[in-house]
């Protein structure tokens, strides 16, 4: 499966972006789809993620309650909405699919978009 993630740019502090990722094939709906994110000097990290049916999410602790993941199956295609959003969630946003892993560590993911810069000033 080929990814391709859009939707980043620069917003204020307590603004939002809708980061969308656009899968190609015919079996997205066989993959887990995960969002992660790396600042400059940082680790990938997990951001959240999303079952195969969209029925169960996932969120790290940092994004909870502002951050929110969804998958539209007949486009292919992933979401996460961003608001009350913090410099501190400055990073390259990727997004990833996995078939059959379990964990969200970047890792145990299969397949990688290219990455889209999300800048927030304060």
């Known amino acids: 499966v080929q990814l391709q993630a859009s939707g980043g740019g620069l917003v204020q502090a307590g603004g939002s972006l809708r980061l969308s990722c656009a899968a190609s094939?015919?079996?997205?709906?066989?993959?887990?789809m995960g969002w992660f994110r790396q600042a400059p000097g940082k680790e990938r990290e997990f951001v959240a993620g999303?079952?195969?049916?969209?029925?169960?999410?996932y969120y790290a602790d940092s994004v909870k309650g502002r951050f929110t993941i969804s998958r539209d199956g007949a486009k292919n295609t992933v979401y996460l909405q961003m608001n009350s959003l913090k410099p501190e969630d400055t990073a390259v946003y990727y997004c990833?699919?996995?078939?059959?892993?379990?964990?969200?560590?970047?890792?145990?993911?299969?397949?990688w978009g290219k990455g889209t810069q999300v800048t927030v000033s304060s």
């Open positions: 990833a699919a996995d078939r059959y892993g379990a964990t969200w560590y970047p890792s145990g993911m299969d397949y």
């Open positions: 094939g015919r079996t997205f709906n066989s993959y887990r």
């Open positions: 999303i079952s195969r049916t969209g029925g169960t999410t």
